[in-house]
């Protein structure tokens, strides 16, 4: 019942995080929440922890906290992510290659991996991981970031035959841009000129995403796994 299910959603301080923590929230879950920094909001039924997700003590202190309060876990989603430095491949600073796969790969495997050992014990999870139309569009620009996320994609296809035996499945939604401060960080004229190569051109919609989730969380998606879904005809 989705009274009684529990949700854990990764950089819920702003942008789809934040969406997403007031969308399932709204639909009865019990929402987990975490992110670097507070956030300035408060929901019925949401928690937050502040914390870094590429630092693997605290997200095994967060799983025990979870596990006490709540016995269980049915969905994770997988959806913080960073971009630091939109710049060709011979200018990136090692600095920025390192916080990128800390965050956008790391922090993915150490949530997944905790989650599953909290999931298998109800023989029941949905693993969502976030990926992005750049590892299809090959944007200019965006080397470290694509390569970050073509990391989680491959992960979570190998993950996804590793865990399906305990009832648990693990999906990859990848948007196409949607209006939030991370794609704000990208030249306007070159995010248009990247879009005409999808068959949605436009912008895409919170909703969007939400509603993908929707179908991949439900029980009756078990044979459901190991899937990249890309939004917007990418």
């Given at each position: 019942m989705a009274e009684s299910r529990v949700?854990?959603?990764t950089g819920t301080r702003k942008g789809i995080g934040k969406?997403?923590?007031?969308?399932?929230?709204?639909?009865?879950?019990?929402v987990i929440g975490c992110s670097r920094s507070p956030v300035e909001y408060e929901l019925e039924n949401y928690r937050h922890f502040c914390l870094d997700i590429s630092d693997e003590s605290k997200i095994v202190q967060m799983f025990v906290e979870i596990r006490e309060s709540y016995e269980k876990l049915d969905v994770v989603i997988n959806n913080a992510a960073i971009?630091?430095?939109?710049?060709?491949a011979i200018l990136m600073p090692t600095s920025s290659l390192n916080s990128s796969f800390q965050v956008n790969f790391l922090g993915t495997f150490l949530v997944s991996r905790e989650a599953a050992k909290l999931m298998m014990r109800g023989q029941f999870g949905r693993i969502i991981n976030f990926a992005s139309m750049a590892v299809r569009l090959e944007v200019p620009g965006e080397s470290i970031y694509t390569a970050t996320k073509a990391a989680v994609i491959s992960f979570s296809r190998v993950f996804a035959k590793e865990?399906?035996?305990?009832?648990?499945t693990c999906n990859?939604?990848?948007?196409?841009?949607?209006?939030?401060?991370?794609?704000?960080?990208?030249?306007?004229?070159a995010l248009a000129e990247v879009l005409k190569r999808n068959a949605v051109q436009s912008f895409g919609e919170m909703a969007d995403v939400s509603n993908t989730i929707d179908w991949l969380i439900k029980p009756?998606?078990?044979?459901?796994?190991?899937?990249v879904i890309y939004l917007g005809g990418v």
């Open positions: 949700m854990l959603i969406y997403l923590a007031e969308y399932y929230v709204k639909r009865g879950f019990r971009n630091p430095s939109i710049i060709p865990i399906h035996r305990l009832g648990i990859v939604v990848a948007p196409a841009a949607i209006e939030t401060d991370l794609s704000a960080a990208v030249d306007a004229d009756e998606s078990q044979a459901i796994t190991g899937q």
